[in-house]
């Protein structure tokens, strides 16, 4: 089955840097357009980035963009976001996900990672 896997989320002073990363198995990864959201607690998912399948466009949201990079290593099934000047309210679980390649348009993604711990402190 179609499995998710992130790694790297963890405890980060404001202003700095954190890159997170989600290992896709069960799926041919190189078919699927990825994406990040987050959820701080007692709020809604927020859509963070999305990447094309073949790493060709990429959407960011507007809490993040200048901030943020999503990348892809479609060789490693990885998906990874690099996020730049932290700032406490970036602090949330971060999941990436994986839909067809229209999800990087209609934010319609069919799989979900667990998800990983990002906590910026001030």
């Known amino acids: 089955q179609v499995q998710l896997v992130e790694s790297g989320g963890g405890l980060v002073q404001a202003g700095g840097s954190l890159r997170v990363s989600c290992v896709a198995t069960g799926l041919t990864f190189s078919n699927y357009a990825m994406g990040w959201y987050r959820q701080a607690p007692g709020k809604g998912r927020e859509f963070v980035a999305a990447?094309?399948?073949?790493?060709?466009?990429?959407y960011y949201g507007d809490s993040v963009r200048g901030r943020a990079t999503i990348s892809r290593d479609n060789a490693k099934n990885t998906v990874s976001l690099q996020l730049n000047n932290l700032n406490t309210e970036d602090t949330a679980v971060y999941s990436c996900?994986?839909?067809?390649?229209?999800?990087?348009?209609?934010?319609?993604?069919?799989?979900w990672g667990q998800g990983t711990q990002v906590t910026v402190s001030s």
């Open positions: 996900a994986a839909g067809d390649p229209q999800a990087i348009v209609t934010r319609e993604f069919d799989y």
């Open positions: 990447i094309s399948y073949n790493a060709g466009s990429a």
